[in-house]
Each structure stands twice: as structure tokens, then as C-alpha cells.
């Protein structure tokens, strides 16, 4: 909204995308680093450290950002609109953005490339993607070496043997870099003489349909039929990916990795209740009422448009589809205007993003999608000079950006508080009671609508035989997260050692979620006790689901 009451000029479409690009070449370089020189760039190893995912915290994330990446950047070299600084930079940025994408590994953000790339030389038609093979050709080499280098691929990326890998491919990435920022340089007088080249709209559009048939002519003989029935048929199955510790193994590999168990119980979200949903952000709720054994922990429904269908029923999903397609249509219509280049890169970006979304969290992820609103406000904006009804007066801009900054101080204080809050969990896991409980105050006194904090305080209240404060503070976590089987299992903990009955407490967090090992084993362990001693002894002994 803030970006869509300006009125657009020529070129301000342009310049997002390049600040854009730039973002995504930033955060590719960062995360590449830090896997070709672990040693100098260290990181925390997170989950799945061998995939690369800083800074975004997500390798699938940093997959489809670097993909965004790879189109936007093969936008500005080959636009003949773009300044010539503009075209060499982008070349020499494609081969590091690219060589990261492989390293996250992400099998939805390299399967959903080529989509982005056809879409944008379908749409866009830019005269000077032939010149922009002088920087592609070099990025591919920088890929192929850094397939080659195979201990790059497994989870001893950052030991001593793999470190001469990791030079020699960091080495190889610079010298592509600079031989596609010469190579484009030495080429740039040709992109003159193509711009130049005026082909009617009938052979543009012969143009497009034989590139559509080449390419269903090349999958045919290639045996793509073929290959995407097996693919489905492995897809359906529904397993979960244990392949080798070689991580290429899996770019070829069709399994789900258990998105088929996440659809399937978002579907039953939906069918509880087409029209209304099960609620905003409840998706985890109803995955563990109806998640499929073995017991995963998940939070997100691995599609955008199944999760929204499970959380606030068809009305949502109608919605949402408004939201997305008004943004693509809107930079459709504008393709026969003069910023052809820049609204085919928008609308093939956006595309990709748009699928992505479909088998994974994206829309979670800030990083990827304010771009897109921005940019979208950009397209769908008045042209200056043809707007009907005149320029929003400043006063309205003024409003509509400290409505953006009030949207912004609910991320900000939950990450004000994430710091103090993982303090005191550490703390906890090293019975250091004293300094969690002060980490936990710092963080309720920063975001006190976490129940996480007050979690953490009931069970050292607990510890410490202060029954009253652990009481209250496990009913405040409640209160926060009413449907949450944790803190209904710290609820039976704390009532079991204070003297009460535990029984109703654990029963209540086995039937939020009766998958639950935690909530089973306290609540067999609490049946086959007799009497209110052997049921305390149950609670202190009973695990604890952090820390």
C-alpha cells in the first residue's frame, strides 16, 4: 500500500528489482562464505548444517532466494534497458548466486528455476539474453566444479580434508565472476545492434511458440513423460528422505520428505470446517491431533495454500488468491508497455515464488516475499501523468508508512525477547536456575505474550519448592497458548510435585497431542501409580520437553 500510493514513474519498477537482486546477491555470498571458508566465516551449526542456510536460518529459504536471485540477476545483464554498469555487475553476480543455490541443496528452489527463467524469456523477451550467455556460460562452469567437489557435500563440509575443496571452488567462483564481468563488458556494443532489431508482434509470438515447442519437443525425446509418472508415483508414496550422506544424491531424489502427512492433515483442518477454518496460525494444533506416527514435531503446513484452506477455510483461500493474482495480472498488463523487460521479471519472479509457496513456508519468511508487495505496489500504481483521479496527497503516505512501522514492532520485540528467552532455556538445561529465571524476567518484561518465558520460570519454581510461583506461572503460559500440550504436560509436572493431583493436567496434554511420547508416558506412569507419593515421584522424575 505504501509503495502503491506514489504514482510510478518510468523506471521506478527497474530500480526495486535491482535492490532486490542486490539483497538476494548479498545473502547468496554471505551463506557462500561460510561454507567455502568455515573456518574464517564460522556459524552456529543449527539443523542440517551441511545445507547451506545463513543468513536466512532456512536452506529450502536460502534456495528459492538465491533462484529469485539467479532470474533477477539474468534480468539486469540481459536488459538492454538497464545501464551498462548495471549489465556487467549482474554478470559477474550470477556465478556466486548460483554456485549457493547448489550448496542449500533444495531440491523445490532448483526444480522451480527453469520455470522462472522460460517465464521471463517468454515474457520479457529481452534481445539481450544472447549476450547474456557470455555471463551464464561461466556460472555453469563455477557449478559444475563445485558439484565435483564431493566433500563439500556432506556434513564434514568444514574439516581439514575439505578445506582445499573449499579454496579451490571459492577460487574457481572469483574467476568466473571476472571472466563473465569481461566477458559481458567486451560484448556490450552488440547489445546496441540488437535493441535495434524491431520484429513484428506476429514474429514475437512465432518466436515464443517455437521456443514452447522446442522445449516440449526437447522433453519428449529427453523422456520427461516418463520421468515425471515416476516421479508422482515416488512423490505419493509418502516417505520420509534417508539417502546417503552425499547430499547430490538427493537433488535427483522424488521423495516428499513428508509433505504428503503435512497436506493431508491440513485437508483435515479443512474438512472440520470448510467455511470458517480451524483459526489463524492453528495449523500445529491440528497437526497434533491428527499427525501420522512416527511422532514429527511440526509447526507449518508445508503449502501456502493448503494452510491457509486448513486455518481459515475457503474464504481465506480466496483471498489469498486475490492477493497473489491481482499482483501477477497487474505486471501481465503491463508487458506491452515500455518497462516490458522489468514487468516480465516481476511476474516470472513472482511465479516462482507463487510455486515455491505451494510445498513449502515461504510466506513465513519476510526475506522472500516483501519484495514482491513492494514491487507490487510499484506495478499496480497510477503512471504519473494518466492517473484519473490525481496523486495521493502526502498525508495518506505519511499514515500509510507508520502503519508499516507499527506492523514492524511485533517482530521487532519478539526478537528483542528471543535473545534472553534462549539464555534461560540454556541456563535450564544446565541447572542454573538462578540465571534462567533473570533471563526469563527479561524476556516477559521485553514480549510478555510469550508463554515460552513463563515456562521456564514454573519449572524453576518448581525446583526450588516454590509451588505457589510455579502454579501461577504455568497458568500464565496457558493463558497464552491455551491449546499447547507443553504447558498442560507442566501443568500435571507442577501439580505433581506440589501435592495435587497430576492426572487431569496430563490427561488434558494427551489430548492435545495423543501422539505424544512425553504425554503418553506420564500419563501410563500416573494410572499405575497409587497414591499422592508415588504420583509426585511420577512428576519430579517425569521429562522435560525443552532444555
Known amino acids: 500500500m505504501l509503495t502503491g500510493t506514489f504514482a510510478a514513474r518510468r523506471g521506478d519498477l527497474a530500480l526495486v528489482l535491482r535492490w532486490a537482486a542486490a539483497a538476494f546477491v548479498a545473502f547468496a555470498i554471505a551463506g557462500l562464505v561460510t561454507r567455502l571458508w568455515p573456518a574464517t566465516f ?80 517468454l515474457l520479457a523477451q529481452p534481445r539481450g539474453l544472447v549476450t547474456a550467455l557470455s555471463a551464464a556460460i561461466p556460472a555453469a562452469i563455477a557449478v559444475k566444479v563445485a558439484y565435483d567437489a564431493d566433500l563439500l557435500a556432506r556434513i564434514g563440509f568444514d574439516s581439514p580434508a575439505a578445506a582445499g575443496q573449499g579454496r579451490h571452488v571459492g577460487v574457481v567462483v572469483v574467476v568466473c565472476s571476472v571472466a563473465a564481468t569481461a566477458a ?84 483435515d483442518g479443512f474438512d472440520s470446517s470448510p467455511l470458517h477454518g480451524t483459526g489463524a496460525g492453528t495449523y500445529r494444533l491440528t497437526w497434533e491431533l491428527h499427525r501420522p506416527a512416527p511422532p514429527v514435531q511440526m509447526t507449518d503446513g508445508h503449502s501456502l495454500y493448503l494452510e491457509t484452506l486448513s486455518e481459515l477455510g475457503l474464504p ?111 541456563a535450564f538445561a544446565s541447572n542454573d536456575c538462578p540465571t534462567a529465571i533473570d533471563a526469563s524476567l527479561d524476556a516477559i518484561g521485553r514480549f510478555g505474550v510469550r508463554p515460552e518465558p513463563w515456562e521456564v520460570l514454573a519449572y524453576c519454581d518448581a525446583r526450588a519448592g516454590q509451588y505457589a510461583l510455579a502454579t501461577r506461572a504455568v497458568g500464565a503460559a496457558r493463558s497464552r497458548d491455551p491449546h499447547n500440550w507443553r504447558y498442560a504436560y507442566g501443568q ?15 490427561r488434558e496434554a494427551l489430548r492435545l497431542d495423543p501422539l505424544e511420547p512425553l504425554a503418553r508416558t ?11 507419593a508415588r504420583r509426585r515421584e511420577v512428576a519430579r522424575r517425569a521429562g522435560i520437553p525443552f532444555g
Open 42 to 121: 564460522p556459524i552456529s551449526g543449527g539443523v542440517l548444517p551441511e545445507r547451506v542456510a545463513f543468513p536466512l536460518t532456512y536452506w529450502n529459504a536460502m534456495g528459492i532466494a538465491c533462484a529469485l536471485g539467479v532470474v533477477l540477476t539474468l534480468h539486469l545483464t540481459a536488459s538492454g534497458a538497464e545501464p551498462r554498469v548495471v549489465r556487467v555487475l549482474a554478470a559477474a553476480a550470477l556465478a556466486p548466486v548460483a554456485v549457493t543455490l547448489y550448496f542449500t541443496f533444495s531440491r523445490g528452489a532448483i526444480w522451480v528455476l527453469p520455470v522462472g527463467v522460460v517465464l521471463y524469456a
Open 316 to 426: 481465506g483461500l480466496v483471498l489469498l488468491l486475490v492477493v497473489l493474482g491481482t499482483l501477477l495480472i497487474g505486471g501481465l498488463r503491463r508487458l506491452g508497455g515500455p518497462e516490458r523487460h522489468a514487468h516480465g521479471a516481476f511476474v516470472a519472479a513472482g511465479a516462482m515464488l507463487a510455486l515455491h509457496a505451494g510445498v513449502d513456508w515461504d510466506w513465513e519468511m519476510p526475506a522472500l516475499l516483501v519484495w514482491l508487495f513492494g514491487a507490487g505496489g510499484v506495478v499496480l500504481a497510477a503512471r504519473q501523468g494518466s492517473e484519473r483521479w490525481g496523486e495521493i496527497s502526502r498525508t495518506p503516505r505519511i499514515v500509510a508508512a507508520l502503519a508499516v512501522l507499527v506492523l514492524a514492532l511485533t517482530p521487532a520485540l519478539m526478537w528483542l525477547s528471543q535473545g534472553p528467552l534462549e539464555r534461560a532455556s540454556q
Open 492 to 506: 500435571a509436572i507442577v501439580d505433581g510435585v506440589s501435592g495435587r493431583d497430576p492426572r487431569p493436567a496430563a
Open 184 to 267: 559481458r563488458a567486451a560484448v556490450l556494443p552488440l547489445d546496441t545492434r540488437l535493441e535495434r532489431v524491431r520484429l513484428p508482434p506476429r514474429a514475437r509470438e512465432a518466436l515464443a511458440a517455437s521456443v514452447i515447442v522446442a522445449l516440449l519437443g526437447g522433453a519428449l525425446v529427453a523422456g520427461a513423460p516418463h520421468r515425471i509418472a515416476e516421479a508422482r508415483k515416488t512423490f505419493t508414496e509418502g516417505r520420509y528422505y534417508y539417502g546417503t550422506s552425499d547430499l547430490r544424491t538427493r537433488l535427483t531424489s522424488a521423495v516428499d520428505n513428508g509433505r504428503i502427512g503435512n497436506w493431508r492433515v491440513a485437508l
Open 522 to 532: 506420564l500419563v501410563r506412569d500416573l494410572d499405575r501409580a497409587r497414591g499422592p
